[in-house]
């Protein structure tokens, strides 16, 4: 068992102690070029509604970054809350870290509203709604996801009320007072803080569970006939909760590096049970896999072994190599190691490919459904669509909203300190290393 960083446990309840944002000026090269980068990434989101309207093959790009983006941002904020739900105290340091990424993810909701203008008529086609016609599947769709990023953003601000509320409530805005809660640290205010974070917490993962059902198979299963899986959302969760688990190390490695502030705090204990974390998801991503092509394997179904050959074995063969390498062989193969596990850095350089390879995996899902044609029937595809390369529209759209994320976390953690400072005490008030016999021995209180 690693231990906390000394600096973690040294904190001390009085003079409290408060974090501080990310020390980033406007004028810092990164910061400025990932700005550029993001006006671009905008101003080509509206460029392609106003030139490409409701064509769908369009469309298909900006869709497989979106269903990247919920595979990775969107679900990076489930560590916090996991943490929160497990007591796991080894988590202090990277709650709010992760569950910054809830703002980033919002500004996705952008690319998903045009893309779902463009879905045709459920009439004649595979379709998640059955004989349900109101509202399906657009807004549906928006209106599930929209929830879930609203209370993914709820929750992290709220959880960070106790850190931005500093000197005497009283005295500030009305508007500021109302947005804080007007907090005072009551006993009562303490109590919802903790009730509240729990509760939305649990609706997130309810919301993006739902979400992630609807989407991929309104914008992938549904367009592409014979192909019939009840394990594909299940399959799309899973690699997010690996995606999301890299984001978070990728993140912490990075503050840690280059964030004073943050420096003292992360250490060992975070790299081992993060580690274990990506592991685990590694190994289910692979047997979620197997298990949704075995079915097809042996069924033998000329409409499914058509539908796999444009996703797996012959069209979108490249992504899938790449995808498959990304996000089981190449990890598995290095994070089996308890040395790799326990070095933060080994972790941010597999967490990275397995983030590239979480995007061409999305690009081998959803691009052959946005960019088909034949989306209606139940047979099998004859002759079989044809490959879509990204243009450079595409590849700048992509290099733009990938920006645009870094950017929008970095601008919102300057504001919001990337440590939970109440957290911070708190664990340092339950957690205390002595001496037992000839060696050091973590004492952990468990008050609730």
Known sequence: MASPEPAALAIKLRPSWKPKGLQVSNSNVVFAGLGLLAALGL???????VSSGDDRASWAYPTAFFMWTLSTFATAPLVAYVTRLTRGYWGYPIRRLAALWSIPALFSYL????????????????????????GVPGFADALTIGFMFVTGAALMWLTSIPDLASGDV???????????????????????IRSASKYLGAFYVMLLAIGTTQVTTDMGQSLIPGWRSGIFPLYHIVTGFQAGVAVIIVTTYLLQKFSPNIRPFIGQEQAVNLGRLLLAFTLLDFYFFWADYVLIWY???????????????????????AGAFGIFVIPFFAIIFNP??????????????????NFFDRVRLFVPAMSNEKVFGHGPLSPLPGVVW??????????????????????VARRIPAISGWEMREGAMLR?????????????AKPE
Request: aromatic residues 10%; proline residues 5%; glycine residues 6%.
């Open 43 to 49: 101003v080509m989101l509206i460029l392609r509604i």
């Open 111 to 134: 690319i998903l509203l045009p893309s779902l203008a463009t879905l045709p008529s459920l009439d004649g086609r595979a379709s998640l709604w059955f004989g349900f016609r109101f």
């Open 170 to 192: 009283r005295l500030k805005s009305p508007i500021t007072r109302s947005l804080l809660m007007n907090w005072r640290g009551t006993t009562k205010q303490w109590l919802l």
């Open 299 to 321: 069924a033998g179904l000329p409409s499914e072994i058509a539908a796999m050959q444009v996703l797996i074995a012959d069209v979108y063969r490249i992504p899938f190599i």
């Open 340 to 357: 790799v596990r326990r070095r933060l850095w080994a972790l941010a350089l597999i967490s990275t490919i397995i983030i590239i390879g």
């Open 390 to 411: 990204p243009n450079v529209s595409d590849i700048l759209f992509i290099v733009g909203w990938a920006a645009l994320m870094a950017f929008v976390y970095l601008a």
């Open 432 to 444: 205390q290393e002595t001496h037992f016999e000839r060696g050091h021995i973590m004492l952990l």
